[in-house]
C-alpha cells in the first residue's frame, strides 16, 4: 500500500500554496475542497499560511467544508468562507472548540442548497448559531455531543427545515423528553432516522407522539433510554411498521419481568435490533426474535440470561438470512456449542464479535472455516479477550478468511508474527487491527502487515518489544490511517510517531503514553529506499 500519484501532488502543492504562482486558478474544485481539508488535518491553518490558503482555495465554487478536531478553524476563518458566495451542499464541522455561534451563522446563512448539516462536539454551539439554518432541501442533520444545545435549538430547526430525513442528536445533556414528540410532530412522515440516545429521562408518552407521527421512520437508536417500558414498544410496533433498525441498548425497563411482553411488539420489519445490556429473561428472548423473519444483524452484547437451549431455537429459526451475531461481553455464557449453532444455521455470516467469551475455543468454528464459500463472506471477526481460543483456530481465520476486514484478537497471547504474516498474505482488504497486548508480536509481524494491508485502525499497545520500525513501516505503507494507539511500546520514540502524523492523509488520533522514551534521536532520509527512517542521535555526533 501506498499513496496515490494524485495524493502526493495535492501533498506538494499543499505545502507551496506560498510559492506556486497564481495555483488558485488551475485546481478543480474538487481539489480545493481536498486541501482545505487535509491543511485542517496537519493544523496548517497557521496566521502567516492562512493569506495564502485564503487567496488560492476559498472560492464562491466550494459545494463542502470538513474540519475535523482542528483547534485552528475559528470564527475568523468561517466568516472568511461565507463572504465568498458558495453555495455549500456540506458541512462538516468535528470538534473545533474555537467555533461560535457567530461562526456557524456566517457559514448557514442563506445556504439553501445545504443537505447534510453535522456541528458534532462543539462546546459552544447554541440557538444563536442553529436558528440561522433554513435550507429547503436539507436532510441530513447530526448534532451529537453538543454540550449546550437546548430543546428550544432543536426545534427551531426542525421548524425552519421541515424536510429533514435524518437526526441525530445522541449525547446532548440539555435536552429533555418532551423533544422527541415535538420533533415528530414536525417532521411527521419525513423523519427516517431518529438517534435520541443518552435522552436518560424519555418517557413513554413522548415515545408515543413520536411514534404516531413518524410512520416512515426506519432507523431509531434509544441507547440508554432507560425509562421507555412495553408501552413505547408497543406503540413503536403499532405504527412503525417500516422500521429496519432499533437500538434498545441498555433500557433496562424493557428487560423486566413486567415489561419484557412488549419486545414480543416489534415491528416484524427489523433487520438490526440491539438488546445489549438489557437481561431479556431467558422465557421472552425466542419468542420476541424468532417472529423477526427479515431481522440480519442481531447484538446481545453483555446478556447473561443466554442458554444453549435458547440459542438453538432461536438460531434455527432466524439463523439462515442473520448476517451479523454480537456476543461481546457475555463473559462465560457463550460456549462452543452455542458457537456450533451459528455456524450449523447462519450460513450466511459476514461478521462475529465473541470479546471476552472466556469459555470459547473456536473448534466448533472449524466448518465454517473449511468451506471456502463461508470463509470467504467473512469480514470481522471481534475475539478480544477469548483467553481459551486456540490458536489452530486463530491460524485457520487467517488462512481462509480473505475478506476479512476488521480482526481484534487483544489480550490473546498465542497470537504471534506468523499469524500476522499470515494475514498479510491472504487478507488484502483488512482495515481494522487490535493486538493489544499480544506480546509474541514482534516488529517483523507488524510491518508485513502494514506493507500488505490497507491499514486505518491499529492497536498495538502493551507490545513492549516494538520500535519506531513498526511505526515507520505503518507511515510508509499506510496513508488512509485514522487512529494508533502504542501506549506502553516504550521502544517507540515521540519522533516517529510525530512523523506518522505529519505524512498521513487523515489526523491521526494517537495514543503513545509511555515513561521514559529517549529524546536524543531524529530522522533522516535513507537515500537508497527514498523513506525516512530513525537515526540514533548518539551515533551522528560520533561522525
Not at 306 to 334: R, W, Y
Not at 381 to 398: K, N
Not at 431 to 444: A, G, P, Q
Request: net charge negative.
Amino acid at each position: 500500500m501506498a499513496k496515490r500519484l494524485s495524493d502526493v501532488c495535492l501533498e506538494c502543492i499543499a505545502n507551496n500554496l506560498h510559492t506556486i504562482s497564481s495555483v488558485g486558478k488551475y485546481l478543480p474544485t474538487v481539489h480545493k475542497e481536498i486541501l482545505l481539508e487535509r491543511l485542517a488535518n496537519h493544523d496548517q491553518l497557521t496566521p502567516e499560511y492562512l493569506p495564502h490558503i485564503s487567496y488560492h482555495l476559498l472560492s464562491p465554487s466550494l459545494t463542502q467544508i470538513r474540519f475535523y478536531k482542528c483547534q485552528q478553524v475559528t470564527d475568523a476563518l468561517l466568516k472568511n468562507i461565507g463572504k465568498t458566495g458558495c453555495k455549500l451542499q456540506s458541512i462538516t464541522i468535528h470538534g473545533c472548540n474555537e467555533v461560535t455561534d457567530a461562526g456557524i451563522k456566517a457559514i448557514v446563512t442563506e445556504q439553501d442548497e445545504l443537505h447534510t448539516l453535522e456541528l458534532r462536539k462543539l462546546p459552544h454551539l447554541t440557538c444563536q448559531g442553529l436558528q440561522h439554518v433554513a435550507s429547503p432541501v436539507l436532510k441530513h442533520v447530526d448534532l451529537r455531543q453538543c454540550s449546550k444545545l437546548e430543546n428550544r435549538c432543536v426545534q427551531a430547526l426542525v421548524n425552519n427545515n421541515p424536510s429533514i430525513s435524518t437526526l441525530i442528536i445522541p449525547f446532548c445533556p440539555k435536552l429533555s423528553d418532551e423533544l422527541a414528540g415535538q420533533v415528530g410532530q414536525v417532521l411527521g412522515p419525513n423523519l427516517e432516522t431518529l438517534d435520541i440516545g443518552g435522552l436518560y429521562d424519555l418517557n413513554d408518552a413522548s415515545m408515543a407522539v413520536m411514534a404516531k407521527n413518524c410512520n416512515n421512520l426506519k432507523k431509531l437508536f434509544l441507547h440508554g433510554c432507560n425509562r421507555i417500558t412495553k408501552e413505547a414498544l408497543k406503540q413503536i410496533g403499532d405504527n412503525c411498521r417500516q422500521l429496519q433498525q432499533l437500538d434498545l441498548s441498555y433500557c433496562y425497563k424493557v428487560s423486566s419481568s413486567s415489561d419484557s411482553e412488549g419486545l414480543l411488539h416489534l415491528p416484524s420489519s427489523l433487520q438490526d435490533l440491539s438488546l445489549c445490556g438489557t437481561q431479556v429473561n431467558e422465557e421472552t428472548l425466542p419468542d420476541a426474535l424468532c417472529r423477526l423473519i427479515h431481522l440480519k444483524k442481531l447484538k446481545l452484547c453483555g446478556i447473561g440470561s443466554l442458554t444453549e437451549s435458547n440459542m438453538e431455537k432461536i438460531f434455527s429459526a432466524i439463523g439462515h438470512q442473520l448476517e451479523l451475531v454480537d456476543f461481546n461481553g457475555c463473559g462465560g455464557v457463550v460456549t462452543d456449542d452455542i458457537l456450533r449453532s451459528v455456524v450449523n444455521h447462519c450460513k450466511d455470516l459476514e461478521s462475529l464479535a465473541l470479546s471476552f467469551c472466556t469459555q470459547v475455543t473456536g473448534n466448533t468454528l472449524y466448518p465454517l472455516l473449511e468451506n471456502k464459500k463461508r470463509a470467504e463472506n467473512i469480514t470481522t471477526l471481534v475475539c478480544s479477550g477469548c483467553r481459551s481460543l486456540s490458536y489452530d483456530v486463530l491460524l485457520a481465520i487467517a488462512e481462509s478468511c480473505v475478506n476479512l476486514e476488521w480482526f481484534a484478537v487483544a489480550g490473546i497471547v498465542c497470537v504471534n508474527d506468523v499469524i500476522l504474516q499470515t494475514l498479510a498474505s491472504n487478507c488484502h482488504r483488512l482495515k481494522v487491527v487490535n493486538f493489544k497486548t499480544c506480546k509474541e508480536i514482534t516488529d517483523e509481524g507488524v510491518c508485513a502487515l502494514a506493507s500488505n494491508c490497507p491499514l486505518e485502525d491499529i492497536v498495538l499497545s502493551g507490545i513492549h518489544g516494538l520500535t519506531d520500525k513498526s511505526v515507520l513501516a505503518i507511515a510508509n505503507s499506510c496513508p488512509q490511517l485514522d487512529t494508533i494507539y502504542l501506549s506502553g511500546c516504550a521502544l517507540i520514540t515521540p519522533v516517529a510517531v510525530r512523523y506518522l502524523q505529519d505524512v498521513s492523509l487523515k489526523r491521526i488520533y494517537v495514543e503513545h503514553r509511555t515513561p521514559n522514551a529517549d529524546p536524543n534521536t531524529v530522522m533522516a532520509k535513507n537515500l537508497d529506499t527514498g523513506e525516512f527512517c530513525r537515526v540514533d542521535y548518539s551515533k551522528l555526533t560520533k561522525l
